[in-house]
């Protein structure tokens, strides 16, 4: 089974400060990828990332960045400068080669202030 | 444009009736699947599809029913025996052979007046 524990429920923070999103994730298997979705208001999901377990490099898009560790197995997500307009709750999800469903942790609410 | 059509947006019901929402995708994906989502709770499997005329239960089915009729169409029953049905319903559709490449729906908020 896969399971996926984002354990910050909510953060708060001021606009311009750097922020981490924390993600660990439990497979059995080899080969999986893992995703990042932000969620708005609105409700919708946005994808943010893919990364597949055979390719550990960090990734960097303009403020966001994710670190991918097998050996903790965390793929945490960092945001640099954050604006008011990245409020919104994170998810971080798991599926796995072969199987056909996506697992998700239970979310992180990210509040930045003016 | 490629996508997935959740409706309504909002939907409200009265305790005791049933009612289905609709997911329709374009994209010539041949896995669907039906997510519920609470405050603080993430999103939880409800059904999935791999292929027409053929659908599993995920992690919370009871209460729920689904049927896969068409490629484009996996509409989802909540039934009256759904003791909490109030929640916001996302459809999601993904390609045959991948791990990946999942897309949803805009969702679906159901609330029991």
């Known amino acids: 089974a896969q399971k996926v524990t984002q354990a910050q429920t909510e953060i708060s923070v001021v606009e311009k400060e750097d922020v981490t999103l924390d993600c660990v994730y439990e497979t059995r298997d080899t080969t999986y990828y893992l995703f990042w979705y932000k969620q708005p208001p609105s409700g919708e999901l946005v994808f943010l990332i893919r990364r597949n377990s055979f390719d550990e490099q960090n990734e960097i898009s303009g403020r966001y960045s994710w670190n991918f560790q097998k050996s903790t197995s965390s793929f945490n997500f960092t945001i640099t400068a954050s604006q008011v307009v990245d409020s919104a709750v994170y998810f971080c999800?798991?599926?796995?080669?072969?199987?056909?469903?996506?697992?998700f942790g239970k979310g992180t609410m990210l509040l930045v202030s003016p | 444009d490629g996508g997935i059509t959740q409706s309504p947006k909002y939907l409200f019901r009265k305790e005791g009736q049933n009612v289905t929402l609709s997911c329709e995708q374009n994209?010539?994906?041949?896995?669907m699947y039906w997510y519920r989502q609470d405050p603080g709770q993430g999103l939880r499997l409800i059904y999935y599809s791999q292929i027409v005329n053929d659908f599993q239960k995920g992690d919370i089915a009871e209460g729920y029913s689904v049927s896969r009729e068409k490629k484009e169409s996996f509409p989802l029953t909540v039934t009256s025996a759904q003791k909490n049905p109030t929640a916001f319903y996302l459809c999601?559709?993904?390609?045959?052979?991948?791990?990946?490449?999942?897309?949803f729906g805009s969702g679906t908020r159901l609330t029991v007046v």
């Open positions: 999601a559709s993904r390609p045959t052979g991948e791990s990946y490449g999942y897309t």
């Open positions: 994209l010539n994906h041949d896995a």
């Open positions: 999800a798991l599926s796995v080669l072969g199987y056909s469903t996506l697992t």
